[in-house]
């Protein structure tokens, strides 16, 4: 029987769709959903295919509902996701926090838009940075993809399913909607050529079973609603038992934990694209649509005998910054470029992890469109001199 | 930088193992408890245990496998609950209990997922959630504890405090008109909606006999005191005082008449069921009009390639 | 529960004993279960639980006929009944004290 979660050939589709793609093949069949501009075409795909996989798509009545729907989809072991953009994505933080704390596995699509506030629906925008960071109220870790073009949106959902189930943690599809609303050649893998990471499940009785009582590489195994566990899991600060401990240690102890799991493990989830560091005066640092333009950029440079590198983020939560500090302490590098469609929001994670050694300076766009080539050049020319 | 967090004090051999609470298995409804949970954070006098042990008792009754049956709550006192049940339970975020309970139940047909929550948790945060699960008749079954204010932050104002009442945020007493509880959830679709007060076990038990069994959006409005907030402020007495009032005041409507279920500060309490309607559930629509027919159009897809 | 009369088919039919239990410290003093009991079993005690509240005792202990209302209205899982050995309806538990057992020796005189 031929596999129709998987549509392997290749395709001409835009980024959205490559996104719900990737999302099939991953083994999402949940999605719960709110229809927003640049984001819709997320929902529709799903609405379309779920139903012939066997999935459910549903359409909530906001992005609150959206967000909890599968937060609990995901306890009863779907591998859920939904799709939005930056005042869905501002709804969905109540909720993010609680798939956070839950240690719910979870995708979350953002496909950017300008704001602040409605700002430029249909218009591409790289602000919401920060706030995939730390949008939700209280402290946690989060794990934060960018895709470049819709082949990586594709790919990157599937690398973000497995990375959620792996880490137990909410992940963020950070891309854009000039990524989303491209038109581009999508390969799809045959199935077998598409790695899956299962969820940890426990492995020991109910009797013993403590949902948040972590395996060493901090992660807890994950009981499935309906499996017999009788587990409770709450949004409140909670013991190992899952349940409410209103006290400084309970506190100390979930808390360092959440942000431990990641912290440690970010030598192996931190993906970057490295082009041209070895001798580079100047290292441009990129993600989404505007790495296209840097890239672009840096091959004209170096034409031009500018040395001039490029570190583009594909992981942007998160931050590489092990990378951005070895850089720093390169001899060769003298300043960081950040490109950014925002004010600057990594340009404050280079600057910091810089520490002084190399300096950042900001390319920065309000949004309403990517940089051009010419005008970014400029700004290395500069910054090169 | 350098990291340097305060060590936690680790858990200890004791504290990994479950906590023993003294005198688990005393009662005999306690294999329905959580162990190292009882006893409850609910006040004296406070009705949320009656409907705690009213479902546990319907669970019983209904024979419902505890595995799967699911417990999803919001926030708040009548919230609490699902941390006592001996069941998967849920204790999720201010007003999300019915969409987080809908990804339950869809992702997972099979279970029967119950929500128990306050009014202030379903009918104020979450009044947009109840209205859009009752529209699609998702196959839930709400248990909304009404005690006409916010307990759990020492009693607010809420959506259900009657015109009059004097709350901690309506110090010159509530000016909004309140919900009527039944008849919305009917208006917005429910299959199944009943009102009893907490002095009403048995019928309390068998309505939630009667949702969990039911296909569809079920709501169940179980009206209870609450002494310490709402009724120290109004003069409504102890909680004794209170189902006194219940007992002389609440009577069986036969209809769902809007004016006739309204409720006002210690006026009389329609109570009674009101709906119960067969009628497809999101799931039954969900595949006879858009699961089929996506198979459908598939298959003539393919007959069109050949 | 009262009676007006003894009930013809008093001796044949038992009367349903309960056996109350209360797990005295996790009473929180209501009341609910003393006053909703329909045979009024219970009554407060004297002494003091734990948590400072006075916790209900089977003051009539016998006269429950194990409805398990007060198991109901518990919200402290703190009361439960359990069936005892059944009974018979005693003549204090009638307001018109009639001989029991008519109907029986109605039956045995004429062979029903």
């Given amino acids: ?385 | ?306 | 529960m009262s009676f007006w009369r003894m009930p013809l088919d008093a001796e044949e039919q038992g009367v349903t004993v309960g056996e109350v239990h209360i797990i005295a410290y996790r009473c929180k003093g209501c009341r609910y279960c003393i006053e909703f009991c329909p045979n009024n079993v219970l009554a407060e005690s004297e002494e003091f639980n734990e948590k400072g509240y006075h916790p209900p005792y089977a003051a009539k202990d016998g006269k429950c006929v194990n409805c398990n209302f007060c198991e109901t209205i518990c919200p402290e899982f703190a009361i439960f009944v359990t069936e005892g050995k059944p009974g018979n309806l005693q003549p204090a538990d009638v307001l018109h004290d009639v001989k029991p057992g008519r109907r029986l020796q109605r039956k045995r005189r004429y062979g029903e």
Wanted: hydrophobic share 40%; glycine share 10%; proline share 5%.
């Fill in chain 1, 1 to 385: 029987m031929e596999n129709r979660a998987v549509l392997t050939g290749t395709h001409f589709i835009n980024g959205d769709i490559a996104c719900a793609e990737g999302g099939l093949a991953a083994g999402c069949r949940f999605f719960a959903g709110y229809p927003i501009t640049p984001a819709t075409e997320v929902a529709e795909r799903m609405a379309r295919r779920l139903p012939q996989v066997g999935g459910i798509y549903i359409q909530m009545e906001d992005e609150l509902a959206s967000m909890a729907a599968i937060c609990g989809a995901s306890c009863s072991g779907a591998r859920p996701m939904t799709s939005t953009s930056g005042p869905g994505f501002s709804l969905m933080m109540e909720n993010i926090g609680l798939a956070a704390m839950l240690e719910t596995p979870c995708v979350i699509a953002n496909i950017q838009r300008a704001g602040p506030s409605t700002g430029l629906p249909t218009l591409v925008g790289q602000q919401d940075v920060m706030q995939a960071r730390w949008g939700s109220h209280g402290d946690y870790e989060i794990i934060a993809l960018s895709p470049e073009s819709p082949q990586e949106a594709f790919e990157l959902t599937i690398d973000a399913f497995n990375l959620a189930e792996k880490y137990r943690v909410p992940v963020i599809l950070l891309s854009d909607e000039i990524i989303g609303h491209m038109t581009e050649k999508v390969v799809i893998p045959h199935p077998d050529e598409i790695e899956i990471v299962k969820r940890r499940s426990p492995n020991i009785g109910p009797k013993d079973y403590a949902p948040y009582y972590p395996d060493e590489d901090d992660i807890p195994p994950m009981s499935t609603a309906g499996d017999g566990y009788h587990i409770h899991a709450t949004g409140l600060t909670h013991n190992e038992h899952g349940y409410p401990d209103i006290s400084a240690d309970a506190q100390e102890r979930l808390v360092q934990r959440l942000v431990r799991k990641i912290r440690s493990n970010a030598d192996r989830i931190v993906r970057t694209e490295n082009l041209y560091l070895d001798d580079a005066e100047v290292v441009m640092v990129s993600y989404g649509c505007s790495g296209r333009t840097t890239r672009e950029v840096v091959e004209t440079a170096r034409a031009d005998g500018m040395k001039v590198g490029m570190v583009r983020l594909i992981t942007v939560w998160p931050f590489a910054e092990q990378l951005i500090r070895e850089l720093a302490e390169q001899s060769s590098v003298g300043a960081f470029v950040v490109v950014e469609i925002n004010s600057g929001q990594i340009a404050l994670e280079v600057e910091r992890c810089a520490g002084g050694n190399a300096e950042t300076v900001l390319a920065g766009l309000m949004g309403g469109r990517m940089f051009a080539p010419d005008e970014l050049y400029k700004v290395v020319k500069e910054a090169v001199l």
């Fill in chain 2, 1 to 306: 930088m350098k990291n340097i967090f305060i060590d936690a004090p680790p858990l200890t051999p004791d504290q990994a193992k479950l906590g023993r609470s003294k005198g688990y298995g005393d009662h005999p409804l306690d294999k329905y408890l959580k162990e190292g949970r009882i006893p409850h954070i609910w006040c004296s006098g406070c009705g949320i245990g009656i409907v705690l042990t009213a479902f546990i008792k319907a669970l019983e009754k209904s024979g419902a496998d505890p595995d799967k049956t699911v417990v999803v709550s919001g926030i708040g006192c009548s919230a609490r609950s699902a941390g006592y049940l001996n069941l998967d339970t849920y204790h999720t975020t201010h007003g999300r209990a019915i969409p987080f309970a809908t990804g339950v139940k869809l992702a997972n047909p099979e279970l029967n997922v119950v929500v128990i929550s306050g009014d202030g948790d379903l009918f104020a945060i979450g009044g947009n959630h109840i209205i859009h699960a009752a529209r699609r008749n998702i196959d839930l079954s709400i248990i909304c504890v009404n005690n006409f204010t916010y307990g759990m932050t020492g009693g607010q104002g809420g959506p259900t405090t009657p015109v009059g009442a004097i709350s901690t945020t309506t110090p010159y007493g509530a000016s909004e008109y309140p919900f009527n509880l039944v008849y919305m959830a009917a208006a917005a679709g429910a299959s199944y909606v009943a009102r009893w007060t907490v002095l009403h076990t048995r019928e309390l038990r068998d309505a939630m006999i009667d949702s969990m069994s039911k296909p569809g959006f079920s709501f169940i409005e179980a009206i209870s005191p609450c002494p310490t907030a709402h009724a120290r402020r109004n003069k409504l007495g102890s909680g004794l005082d209170i189902m006194r009032y219940y007992k002389e005041k609440s009577y069986l409507a036969d209809e769902l008449d809007r004016d006739e279920t309204a409720l006002g500060l210690a006026d009389k309490i329609a109570i009674g069921k009101f709906v119960d309607v067969e009628k497809p559930t999101y799931l039954d629509m969900y595949n006879s009009h858009v699961a089929d027919r996506a198979a459908q159009a598939a298959k003539k897809k393919k007959k069109k390639k050949k």
